[in-house]
């Protein structure tokens, strides 16, 4: 029998790093992953299954000093980070140049646009070898880019919202169907764990709960993502995020007009045959439409739609599990295509 | 001291209704409304305050048969119908036949267009008096027939989604700043209070808790009364409601293009010029947004938006409690305006 | 007409303290409340309306600097510390050498034992003004100490949990009808904002929701309090605590043996008995029981039970909005009584 | 390779039986189930996946129409029953007639004194049959009974609260530590689905949500069990359920009165030894208190405790998924022990 493929967490404390490690602790064709946390980080816990009593039932899961020699030492093959943005834009060409495949959860390395980094704080400035590496990056969308993941050194996991957004559009701008003129517009809503672990007041229960509030309207980061991978122009695109008052999920939904006018069977067609082979989305049969509660503690992306009686106006929903496939979910995916696993192991 | 309006409500039971009672319960200038209930209802409760034990602390409140002789024994002035629609369309004619005036929360009298109101089952075949009611309806948005009040034998209170959506829209449209061949989207969300009392496997709590969907995608009721009164065709409003894991409370997220590119202070000039006087519509100033809990327990439409860097795509945001300002505050908003008494009155 | 009551509150800005804001603003027998803070409080908003949108409507409250110049010249008579009970331990003396009367919602000046008071951190080292000032303070629980309010210069506000569970438990302990060596037990239920307005990994929305847990077993800050009013031993009670998934309301499930077999009738006639003639509190008709949502955004405390067959074991279930009742609320009905005011006046 | 165990579920529309369906799809060692719904039944979808579409990823699931001559052409071995206790109550004669071995989710088969299962509405005169299957059956709780499931032809799976109940009071009961005689008192929460998927007034959202309601006092249909399985006298035990906000979990806080002043490591190592090589229960270490989300999407009981400093007062908490350990994951685990498998199988 093949070795088991040896991975490391760095940020396993935090919800989709969490929740990267649940995956992981049963992934037939991996190690117990290595569990690791800086020295200046806040948690005073040692032991993964303090903080999440949950996974507490087969022994613990110590978090180890972070370090290089460690690594090596374990024979580490493939890095995930689940760290700030700052820290992986620090820590990746570090990695890299160590020998180690990353997946980085964080979005650092998704955007290669210098305007849509900047509201991460990465300018040009970085240097030769961010930008080298930033070519490298592969945008770690396995439905789009599946076909990179065998040879990608580095992985940059793409963001919830985007993951929701993305997948609903590609198929239509793919087919050229979209007046983009027109203006497409996302209204997208996410669950509490979207917004981090980090108590401040607007993750208080009080604040959340009998409440719904849109924020960041014309301003989130993720529209850089959204964009670039849609190859629209930042006046194309409205996104609006609102805060659910539910621990998990994303509910996106879209209005797109299309050039021409369709049938309701076409529109299906389309979705159907983008990602025909494609095991983690779903297509739902027009006019039903996905919930929140039905992609919940899975990978799947479900997608569905109606159509107007014009034929020309299309609202899509799209709906993910933004702790799975909005991210350590997809993360597993990812590294199942990077190293030959099959797409779906260790993620039913 | 003048004596005090003499009130009577046909279906306290409800969400809608109970409220109503509650609010008129307290009104200065209102009697103990008559609380009323069919021999058909299949509410076998007939006390008030069994059914709601919130209100029990002063007493019971019975609920009494429903019968016209009764109502005029009782010397009734104003009935508040919180009915089905089919059962306001049948009774509406009855009751001014009556000499009384009424107050109807369903959307059975909200619809001049015979094909708005087919939604509903209501035909022109419903005859030459109820052709003529129709006519003399007002359509029960203060903060627009405000005038119409005072002399209205009959007042068509709005649905919940319509009046978040029709207050957020008709200042601009009013101003004729919209761009309408861009086309208007609303994407609005709901407490469950709003899909009514009724046990479904929809209300129930699994169905709803951790949860958000999307329904009636181009198919919703209200749509009609939206049209009819921001006077747009069908083709230029998309509204999609959405069912939200909360008990009450309507957020609407609204996206229109303006005509030509505009400051944010000119819009907000708009809104503040529209709603001069109207005490229970609140304008945040951008970029402060208005949040579902804010309206709470209110009688307030609350109105926000903001605006892109291109002075051309509007993002608005409106939110009321649907069971006050939505419903039973509204209605009583309607009376104090028909009997006279100040617009705040027993709302605050 | 007479003039209004002219009051302050410290500490408007935490959930008690902007509930007392709004109940005093429209209490018809007080002027508008000076809202006041302290140099060094973290809060950087000067207008309460900014920071509870809530009650925006009419214009803003400006938050002023404390100090007790100000509060002279503008005439205040009565001052609510809604504040830490260290802070309240130090303002109180000297309100009461300023010639205020206070009504404190903290747990400052609750407990006559020192072996209670030493949860707060307060020693008989308080010093002789602090002692007499204690034997002085009048534990605000109107239903027991009514009579002592007229010439209350200090009330303490009781505990919310402390409230649910003595309003429950002091008919039967008056009537000794309880058999206390077989030991009191009192399993309680929280909403969130009972833990505070301060962000912590235990009040995050993904913490709490879809949760329920147990806290502060066998030591919570509260016992003393009920201890204390009740005259049982630390041997006689238990009580628990638990963080119940909504923002408030408590309920209380408390368990008894009565001394001698009785008649649910004769357990139900001495609740009626002991709360003839006090508007806050409702006895429920046993079997029917209390729940959470009958006493929200009310001033009620619910009493209902359930009487085992023997005759002698005894399930009292107590209900109360944490934040009236159980805070703001009962200030106000203590206010009331303080003041000649009705004991309804404003809570309504 | 052996082949795998051929099984069917009747019921899979219901919560439990859903979720024992998904276990079951999942269990390496069981072919895909067969699912069956009776002619009357209700439900008019004839395809699991359309009802929740969670599990539609593969295809769908139809369901087959109830025929024994079906069943033995299928070869089925073990039959699931996740029906009203009256159809439990009439199929498992049958189905040992027809050599099947059954797991019954329901009530019916679970109590052995005639004047517990009154409440069902099974009284003596069922007949000779029932009274000899009766006594055949095992009470499927494995930490008690495991010896006798792999013999078991007939395994009454255990109610979701008795399952919390017993599982936390049978190490003290069984080292006679008790005090009995004091009572024992099991103040109990659950989550929603625990009440069926029936839309009713009480499962109504808006009922349940911001709520918390204590019933069934004194009358609850689990009491039985759990005196029988304990051997209680029904005047040693009251039991108080509550429904909680939440779609799913149990928390029971349970007191008892211990014989003699013990230590807190003596009482830990009591449960530690009861449950030493049972995979399915977690004992917390004293302080720690379990909370519902640890156990949530699991098939952990969790036990914890707090001892008062008398060392004779002992507050225990006990946390399942009641749809797991509480349900389907339970039977599942039964299911695993009659026929050889690993405890854990399929439930991980």
Redesign the interface.
């Known amino acids: 029998m093949a070795s088991k493929l040896k991975t490391a967490i760095l940020g396993a404390t935090g ?1 989709s790093g969490f929740e990267l490690a649940r995956l992981l602790l ?1 992934h037939p064709g991996v190690e117990t992953p290595v569990m690791l946390q800086r020295s200046g980080d806040t948690a005073v816990e040692v032991n993964l299954a303090d903080m999440y ?2 996974i ?2 087969n022994g613990g899961y110590p978090l180890q000093p972070w370090s290089w020699p460690e690594l090596k030492r374990q024979k580490i093959e493939l890095l995930f980070l689940a760290t700030p943005h700052e820290v992986s834009r620090a820590l990746v060409p570090e990695a890299i140049a160590h020998g180690l495949r990353v997946v980085d959860l964080s979005g650092a390395w998704r955007l290669r646009e210098a305007q849509n980094r900047a509201v991460y704080g990465f300018h040009d400035a970085d240097g030769v070898t961010a930008a080298a590496l930033m070519k490298k990056a592969v945008y770690g969308l396995p439905e789009l880019y599946g076909d990179c993941l065998p040879g990608a050194a580095l992985v940059a996991n793409p963001g919830c919202y985007a993951t929701s957004v993305i997948l609903a559009l590609a198929p239509l701008l793919a087919a050229d169907i979209v007046d983009r003129e ?2 497409i ?1 996302s ?1 997208s ?1 996410s669950g ?2 979207g917004a981090g ?1 980090e ?3 607007r ?13 960041s ?2 301003g989130h980061r993720h529209v850089g993502e959204i964009l670039e991978q849609l190859k629209l122009d930042s ?1 194309e695109l ?1 996104f ?1 995020p ?1 805060l ?6 994303i ?1 996106s ?1 879209i ?1 797109v ?1 299309l050039k021409q006018q369709m049938h309701a069977a076409e529109v299906e067609s389309c979705f159907h045959d983008f990602y025909s082979g494609k ?1 983690w989305v ?1 297509v ?1 049969a027009t ?12 990978n ?1 992306c ?1 997608l569905g739609f ?1 159509l ?3 034929g020309r ?1 299309l ?1 899509l ?1 799209s709906c993910i599990d933004n702790l799975l496939k909005g991210a350590a979910g997809q993360a597993v995916q990812n590294m199942n295509l990077m190293y030959g696993f099959k797409e779906q192991e260790g993620l ?1």
Chains 1, 2, 3, 4 share one sequence.
Do not use: E, M, W
Request: contains cysteine.
């Open positions: 919800y049963r009593p949950a507490s039932g027109k203006g517009i209204d809503k509490v764990s672990k108590a401040t007041a993750t208080h229960f009080v604040s959340v709960a009998d409440n719904l509030s849109a924020y309207v014309f006046g409205i609006t609102h659910l008052p539910i621990p998990r999920g509910l939904t209005y007009h095991p779903r739902f006019p039903k439409l996905p919930q929140i509660q039905f992609s919940l503690h899975t799947y479900d109606c107007a009686k014009d106006r609202v929903v039913q």
